[in-house]
T-cell receptor, first 112, second 113 residues
Framework: SQKIEQNSEALNIQEGKTATLTCNYTNYSPAYLQWYRQDPGRGPVFLLLIRENEKEKRKERLKVTFDTTLKQSLFHITASQPADSATYLC???????????FGGGTRVLVKP | DTGVSQDPRHKITKRGQNVTFRCDPISEHNRLYWYRQTLGQGPEFLTYFQNEAQLEKSRLLSDRFSAERPKGSFSTLEIQRTEQGDSAMYLCASSLPTRNEQFFGPGTRLTVL
């Protein structure tokens, strides 16, 4: 079965710096990898998606890269702000409209 | 607010009782998903529907769990004879079948005493 691994240690970062989060998958190449943000007590919110044939995707201060050789996606938050403090979840999906397989999430704390 | 609503937001029950949760997806979304999330973990897939048809159920969904989407709109998730291990956040999400992003509701937090 597929396993998605994210760094379970919280990432503490100074405001203005770039936060980099890692997502590794074990077996099957996904059709897509998705990144979600989750605040305490709330449901995840979709941020970005990257397809298996894409190397990089950007949205405002967010950037996602995908390396099928390493079976890894990196998620970057540039010019981080305290409002970026949240848990970030990586999700593997086989095809559009299918179930998501999530990693355990990485908590990010941006200090002013 | 993503447009997906869940009710109730919190439920405290005693072991052995039955509970039912409701999810109202975004109206034009015909795919509806249920996930369960425990503290410090990512959401785990339970089941999903395309309209009223239940397309897949996880092995996590024991025979004490049942989900329905009778008219292809709202969905209910029932847990019978609750156990303490059922304590978790139950999340509902919806999507269009040709789109990848899922829109999550706020979740129902279940505490089994």
């Amino acid at each position: 079965s597929q396993k998605i691994e994210q760094n379970s240690e919280a990432l503490n970062i100074q405001e203005g710096k770039t936060a980099t989060l890692t997502c590794n998958y074990t077996n099957y190449s996904p059709a897509y990898l998705q990144w979600y943000r989750q605040d305490p007590g709330r449901g995840p919110v979709f941020l970005l998606l990257i397809r298996e044939n894409e190397k990089e995707k950007r949205k405002e201060r967010l950037k996602v890269t995908f390396d099928t050789t390493l079976k890894q996606s990196l998620f970057h938050i540039t010019a981080s702000q305290p409002a970026d403090s949240a848990t970030y979840l990586c999700a593997w999906v086989k095809a559009a409209g299918n179930k998501l397989t999530f990693g355990g999430g990485t908590r990010v704390l941006v200090k002013p | 607010d993503t447009g997906v609503s869940q009710d109730p937001r919190h439920k405290i029950t005693k072991r052995g009782q039955n509970v039912t949760f409701r999810c109202d997806p975004i109206s034009e979304h015909n795919r509806l998903y249920w996930y369960r999330q425990t503290l410090g973990q990512g959401p785990e897939f339970l089941t999903y529907f395309q309209n009223e048809a239940q397309l897949e159920k996880s092995r996590l969904l024991s025979d004490r769990f049942s989900a329905e989407r009778p008219k292809g709109s709202f969905s209910t998730l029932e847990i019978q004879r609750t156990e303490q291990g059922d304590s978790a956040m139950y999340l509902c999400a919806s999507s269009l079948p040709t789109r990848n992003e899922q829109f999550f509701g706020p979740g129902t937090r279940l505490t089994v005493l």
